[in-house]
């Protein structure tokens, strides 16, 4: 007898559990969040990334064939550019969080213009924020760069 109250008490909790299951669809409009999709991505693509921003007005972009790029880890910013008479040098660099950017012109020739992208974070790590920020900088040259490549490195220094 007991084993059949059981039963009947489990076909009872049973059918209130599917009752309570069943829902009315709700309609647009009619509460709930709607998710809308769309064919085109909403975010850069890997061929635009956010840092390569335009050269300032009145400077003039570097080609990419004068510009050595082989020592900056991929995925950070290479743009390179000339103000004035073309004896300043612009340079899009990457820092984070408590970093801060800075650039050093370390060797300069008839061939070349050597450039060091530095980052320098604090010696403490203090806590710091997770962006990553690409700051435009720009550093006087000797000469105006002319036909000159300009090989671009980077280094982390902590002070």
Do not use: H
Not at 64 to 73: I, L, R
């Amino acid at each position: 007898m007991r084993s059949l109250g059981t039963v009947i008490g489990a076909g009872v909790l049973l059918v209130v559990l599917a009752a309570c299951a069943t829902s009315t669809p709700v309609g647009p409009g009619e509460g709930g969040p709607t998710l809308t999709t769309s064919a085109e991505p909403t975010s850069p693509s890997a061929e635009e990334p956010e840092f390569e921003s335009p050269v300032p007005p009145g400077g003039k972009e570097v080609p990419k064939t004068k510009v050595d790029a082989t020592a900056v880890p991929e995925g950070n910013p290479t743009t390179t550019w000339t103000e004035g008479d073309g004896s300043v040098l612009g340079v899009i660099a990457q820092e984070a969080g408590c970093g801060k950017a800075s650039v050093e012109i370390v060797e300069q020739n008839a061939q070349l213009v050597k450039v060091v992208l530095v980052e320098t974070t604090p010696l403490d790590q203090p806590v710091c924020t997770m962006d990553i920020r690409y700051p435009p900088l720009t550093a006087k040259l000797d000469a105006p760069l002319g036909d000159r490549t300009v090989v671009l490195s980077t280094r982390q220094d902590q002070k």
